[in-house]
């Protein structure tokens, strides 16, 4: 499946990704490949990268944040500020913690924080929850202008259409399996909202629970003239 201008998005399973932009430059967003059912790679395997990109602290979003960060020496770990201010006091380097309405550019790319509608935490090995902040999703805009509108975990609410209306994204990554995040039913609204016509579904399939899929998808949104659906099997690259 293509997408404009060079650009490629690899499915490392459930809400991990691998971004390449057309300068060549890789972007990996929410690292959980240990015990992640669906993985199909290791953080051995991905090497460098130049932005890790962390939505919120749950651990099947930040699961192997530290050892991508340690072998992967990126110019910026971008976060929410509460969880870059825990990994940081735990010694990660390059943190940027920032907070929603906020922009960070990195290798060349911008990364705008906006709005998710989740929960964020992080449970120690003692069973200690450990706030991390609100959960957030991001505008990352690449060298050529092309926006990507990574929704992190979220269920749809009506500022979607304000996002959509300050960036135009030209690709939306919307969480699809229901349960913990949107289900199909209401991820068609996001793209009505969003006014986006390209979409990628994620955090789908992992688990029984997240029964949502990119036909059913298809399916609650074929009111909206043009759009383009793309759906992949872990490691799968939509390139």
Do not use: C
Request: hydrophobic content about 40%; overall charge negative.
């Amino acid at each position: 499946m293509a997408l404009d201008n060079g650009v490629e998005l690899t499915w490392l399973g459930h809400a991990t990704w691998l971004l390449k932009s057309p300068g060549g430059k890789r972007v990996l967003i929410d690292p959980w490949l240990t015990g992640n059912p669906k993985a199909t790679t290791t953080v051995d395997e991905i090497g460098s990268v130049d932005v890790i990109l962390v939505t919120h602290g749950h651990s099947d979003h930040i699961g192997d944040l530290a050892s991508a960060a340690e072998k992967g020496q990126p110019e910026a770990v971008i976060a929410m500020i509460e969880l870059g201010d825990y990994f940081e006091a735990k010694g990660m380097q390059n943190v940027i913690g920032m907070n929603k309405g906020g922009t960070y550019e990195a290798a060349g790319i911008r990364f705008t924080m906006v709005n998710a509608e989740h929960s964020s935490s992080f449970i120690e090995d003692d069973g200690t929850i450990v706030y991390m902040g609100e959960p957030a999703g991001y505008i990352v805009t690449l060298e050529n202008g092309y926006r990507i509108y990574i929704a992190g975990d979220t269920s749809v609410f009506g500022d979607m259409a304000l996002i959509g209306r300050l960036y135009k994204p030209d690709l939306a990554v919307l969480p699809i399996g229901g349960f913990f995040t949107m289900d199909p039913f209401q991820a068609a609204e996001a793209v009505r909202l969003l006014g986006v016509k390209t979409v990628v579904g994620t955090h789908w399939g992992t688990f029984p629970a997240l029964t949502g899929t990119p036909d059913q998808l298809r399916q609650e949104a074929a009111d909206v003239d043009g759009l383009e659906v793309i759906g992949v099997e872990p490691g799968g690259t939509v390139s």
